[in-house]
Each structure stands twice: as structure tokens, then as C-alpha cells.
């Protein structure tokens, strides 16, 4: 397709650089084979290209958002670390993840009955549809529903509801800044079953730190149990993101059972052991979370 005049992403044959962090001076730079599709919508600048044997791109307001080439690793995580620590998720909630991906990685559990999609902005959805359907085409599982509208909403007027909730959301700016507050995690609360779990995308500890540190000044207050993990994502500049784990009782550090992973067949990125190392975070982050929560992921000081 033709990119518009004075258009600021990506253009075919061109290097792009990912927005930098890091004051500016820390970028990612990717090479783009076809842009396939650019455009603007109600909420942000939604772009797809394609990228040698990084496979397809989707791209919102220029940060990458899932890569053919790595997006298992954040699903996978994402996904299979709360509904292996519940025993028994049957009604699940995807905040954001317009893309899919996590939905896919949801209903690979067949305790799981309902999953409820609340994406702001359909146009993500249909680009996922027509550029990435190894993700999208979860949409056409009947145990999925979509919901399209301000997650911070749909959540607000969710009582006791979900199992699991999963804040699969983009950088805290624009649509998915609330996303990112503490009204929205009372809300969270609020909106899950006894023994319920959430886990949001936080970030990556390199370059959100006062972000995380927010976070974790109230997360412990308001769940019974706040841990932070990782998983390595190279297309995501600093190459790994962060997720918090919030539970009303579960713990996600007790071995995952076997046979329930077995069931979830052949995985790219996710095993039983990796499930457990992600929680043990450098000394550098634990200084930085809370003692009641940097003991639990290995502070030993
Ligand atoms: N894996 C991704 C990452 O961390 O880069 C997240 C991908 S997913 C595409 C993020 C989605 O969250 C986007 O489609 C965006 O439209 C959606 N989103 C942002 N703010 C939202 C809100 N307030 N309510 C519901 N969805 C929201």
C-alpha cells in the first residue's frame, strides 16, 4: 500500500527506530521489508509491516507491540503462569489484547469456559484479523466473547465475576494510561471470584522503574499476595517485560501440576521450571520492590 504523505511510521526499505527511552538514549532498530498497513484510529496510530524472520509486525502509536517472531514468550507467560497457579479457571477476563494472542493462549485450558475480550479499539481486532490470524482466529472460538470498549469501565461494573483477569494492555500512555492506577486496581479486585487472580503487563524493570515502584506502593495493600516476573522478549526494547501477579490466595511459586500442562500441548517459550525461575528477579529490582515482596524473589540481605 501507498504510505500517506507526512505519515511518521515506518515506510517500506526504510530502517524504523522504535521510540526511544531511557531520556532518548536507548532505541530499537528494525528493518522493514512491506508496510502493510498504516493508519490512524479513533485512539492511536495502528501500523503493520513486515520484517524478514521477524515475520509481521503490529505496531501501535510506533512501539512494537507483537512480533511473529518472539510473540509466545509474552502470551505464553502472560497466560499459562495464573491459570496453572488457579485450580480451576473457568470464566477468564482479557483487558486490551486486541491482537489475540493471549485469547489463543487462554482457551488452551479446557477448564476454561468463557473468555470476555474488552479491547477499546476495534480496528486492532481487524487488523489482527486480516494480518495475523495465528493469533486472531481465537476470536472464532465460541467460548470467546468481545466486548468493545474502555477497559477501565467494563471492569468498574464487574462484581465478583472472574477467575482470572489478565491486563493485556500497551504502554501507559494514551487509552491504556488508566490501566496503569490504582482505582483501576480496586476495581480489579472488586471484579474477581474468592481465590481469584490477576496478572497485568508492567513493563520492563530497565526502563519503567519508578512505574514498577508505583505499582508495588499499593499492589500488596490491595491483594493478598504481589509478586513481580519476567520473560525475555527481544523485540521489545531492553529485550524482557515484566508482569505483576496479584492473588486473592493462589500461589504462583508452588510447582505447577503436571498433567494440566501437559494439556495445554506443545509450547514455544513456557515449561513448568521457567514458570518458577521468572519470579527470582536481580538485586538491582529487588532493592527496588518492597522487602515483604523482594524476600519472597530473592533477597537474601
Ligand atoms: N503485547 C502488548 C505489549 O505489551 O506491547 C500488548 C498488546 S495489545 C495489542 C494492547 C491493547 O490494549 C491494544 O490493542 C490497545 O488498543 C488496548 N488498550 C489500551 N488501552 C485500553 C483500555 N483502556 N481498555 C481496553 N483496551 C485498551
Redesign the pocket.
Given at each position: 500500500m501507498d504510505t500517506p504523505p507526512n505519515w511518521p511510521g515506518p515506510q517500506a526499505g526504510e530502517i524504523f527506530l522504535e521510540p526511544p527511552e531511557l531520556e532518548g538514549y536507548l532505541g530499537l532498530w528494525l528493518k522493514v521489508d512491506r508496510v502493510l498497513r498504516q493508519e490512524k484510529t479513533k485512539?492511536?496510530e495502528l501500523t503493520v509491516i513486515e520484517a524478514g524472520p521477524l515475520g509481521r509486525l503490529?505496531l501501535?502509536d510506533g512501539?512494537i507491540?507483537?512480533s511473529q517472531f518472539d510473540e509466545p514468550a509474552?502470551h505464553e507467560m502472560l497466560v499459562h503462569v495464573p491459570l496453572l497457579t488457579h485450580p480451576q479457571p473457568k470464566e477468564v477476563l482479557i483487558?486490551?489484547?486486541?491482537?489475540g494472542g493471549s485469547l489463543r493462549e487462554v482457551l488452551k485450558h479446557p477448564s476454561v469456559e468463557k473468555a470476555v475480550v474488552?479491547?477499546?479499539?476495534g480496528q486492532?481486532i481487524e487488523a489482527s484479523r486480516e494480518f495475523l490470524p495465528g493469533l486472531a482466529s481465537s476470536f472464532d472460538d465460541p467460548r470467546a466473547e468481545v466486548h468493545l470498549g474502555?477497559?477501565?469501565k467494563y471492569v468498574a461494573a464487574s462484581k465478583g465475576e472472574f477467575d482470572v483477569i489478565l491486563v493485556?494492555?500497551?504502554d501507559p500512555e494514551g487509552?491504556?494510561q488508566?490501566?496503569f492506577s490504582l482505582g483501576f486496581y480496586e476495581d480489579l479486585r472488586q471484579a474477581l471470584r474468592p481465590g481469584g487472580i490477576v496478572v497485568s503487563?508492567s513493563e520492563s524493570f530497565y526502563l519503567y522503574s519508578p512505574l514498577i515502584e508505583k505499582l508495588f506502593g499499593f499492589l500488596p495493600d490491595i491483594f493478598d499476595l504481589a509478586l513481580y516476573y519476567m520473560a525475555m522478549v527481544p523485540t521489545y526494547l531492553s529485550g524482557v517485560?515484566g508482569f505483576s501477579f496479584c492473588s486473592l490466595g493462589p500461589d504462583p511459586l508452588k510447582p505447577p501440576d503436571p498433567g494440566r500442562v501437559a494439556a495445554l500441548g506443545q509450547l514455544d517459550y513456557y515449561t513448568p521450571a521457567l514458570h518458577q525461575a521468572a519470579f527470582q528477579l536481580p538485586a538491582r529490582w529487588l532493592r527496588r520492590l518492597p522487602k515483604s515482596v523482594a524476600l519472597r524473589q530473592g533477597l537474601t540481605e
Open positions: 485512539y492511536q503490529l501501535l512501539s507491540q507483537v509474552y483487558v486490551g489484547g486486541g491482537d474488552c479491547e477499546i479499539d486492532v474502555d477497559g477501565v493485556d494492555s500497551s487509552p491504556a488508566a490501566l503487563q517485560i
